[in-house]
């Protein structure tokens, strides 16, 4: 009995001894990265950053198109959970995508997908704030840290309300109060304005780091999914954020086009 | 909110900007009936700013002055005509030019810019003496497309120093942000053309001088067709002259166009001090009745109590591209061109 009981407790203190082992290797992230510190003492993920890959025109893996390069696809599990009614929809998003896709008009893309829209962008830190300043349609997000909670909704807002804190050396942001006039790429997954997103980024090098986005729509999803990648800090001399103007662009090309169609009524 | 109402707003707030095409009634401080007494800009500021005691501005570690923080627009009408002006209707009180340098507050056009300036304005299709009835050219920032100098005319900005860089950003006209480089980084490629031209800083002294160049010649700096081209250069400087005053000056310079270099200058105020004030003075000193007379719509809800809003210093999301569509179409059906800039002759 002793016997059996030594050999009980042995198995139990190498399990409990491996435990943690185990632990690091199902963490997504490895902690052995330690950022700089801003002069406030909040990690430092300041400096210009970009994605490397085909998220911009699907989520999921998709095969190349005439001018779309095909696509490993960034969600995890590799197929988003719509519900039945929401799946059909998004069949018929992308069918009509070349006229359907509120990137077409210019319109503020929403959360998250500004942070794949093709382009570069910078963040800006600052005690109670996380400012972003995209190049895409010059676009500002103003992640909250300042112990305000989400204002009371609704409230229907392009880019959502996003409160941001840190756990550990990742902030965390929470973005509520959309509107459901935004998509999440140019293959037509979409949301309703129920969306919730649940944003982390996670510095993993001087060079990198982890992006992921959980979603969670009841009225569209049957349960939260995720998208993960990596953000690069862009490396070349003098990178700047520029200017893309879509609204000027667009604006041009549709007042020399008698037949535009742009100038009558928008149906929402 | 519904979006209707959302876009509904925000079509409010750039009819205040769209004078060009339909009478505009406002309620609130951006009404200016017609005995307003003339807003004053380069002129007043030029003699104000020399009686002000020497100042030593307030420094960051990395011993540039410290400018940082929320910033008002030049207040008034914005830049309805930046040139001095009279009174033209609720949203467009007289004004003081905003050019400090010629001495006669003009734009020193050329004659065939002159030419140009006079065509385009009268088809402006806003009621300014010498329109012909015609509508020509709408301005760009009743599109809600920005432009340099007259972000830094017509709303809020925050500034934001970095090492090697100062941002700007303007959040309550739509979105706009500039991040210029202080690092002695030289000006990008000469076929890169944008509607923000192309920023670099440096300190000289306590002010921060901006060289704008690579602009593509498509905005104007008013709403009433004052021009730049491809070729300007602008040069801004930024210098404290008081706790609460940026002195903020924009030389402009084009001799495709222009007949010398010109300048216009102006205080950027602290938010929350002078331009409020500014405002609420002129709106008390006319009567009720003249305010009515003139389409103010008094408001006679009664007052909400004052809670501590912990929001207040907070920025939210003013779109003005997504709900400007309405305001985009009347542009279009009432025969406004386009505004692709001009050529000036070699």
Redesign the interface.
Known sequence: MKRYLAGFVLGLASILALAPITGVGQTATPAAYTPPRTPDGQPDLQGVWQVMNTAAEDLEAHNGRLGVPAGQGVVEGGVIPYRPEALAKRKENFEKRATADPENGCLLPGVPRITYTPGPFQIVQQADRVTILYEYRNAIRYLYMNGNPHPKGPIDWWMGDSRARWEGNTLVVDVVHFNDQTWFDRAGNFHSEDLHVVERYTPLSPYHMQYEATIEDPKTFTRPWKISMPLYRRQEKDVEVLEYACPAYLLEREWANPTSTYFQPWDF | ???RL?AALTALVIALALWAVMPVRVSGQAFWPKSTPKIPMAPTWVRQKAQLPPFTPPRL?DGHPNLQGAWDGAGGDGAADIEDHEWLDATTPSQETFISDPADGKVPYTPWAMAKHLEIRKGLGRGWPGEQGERTHGA?RS????TVPRINVDGGQEI?Q?PGQV?I?S?DVG???R?I?TDG?PH?GPN?R???GNSRGRWEGDTLVVEITNLNG?GWFDTAGNFYTENTKMTERWRLVDPNIIDYSVTIEDPTIYTRPWTMNFPKRREGTDNRRLRAAAFAAVSAEERRASGYVENTAPARPREPN??AK????E?C??GN??N??TQ??SGF??Y?GVTPPK
Do not use: D, G, Q
């Open positions: 909110m519904s979006h959302v570690a760009t599109l809600c497309l920005n934001i970095r941002i950003i959040s979105n706009f942000h991040i480089p980084r990008i890169a944008f509607w923000f498509r912990p929001y907070e920025v939210w999301e779109p591209f997504e569509h309405e985009t179409i279009h059906e061109k386009w692709s």
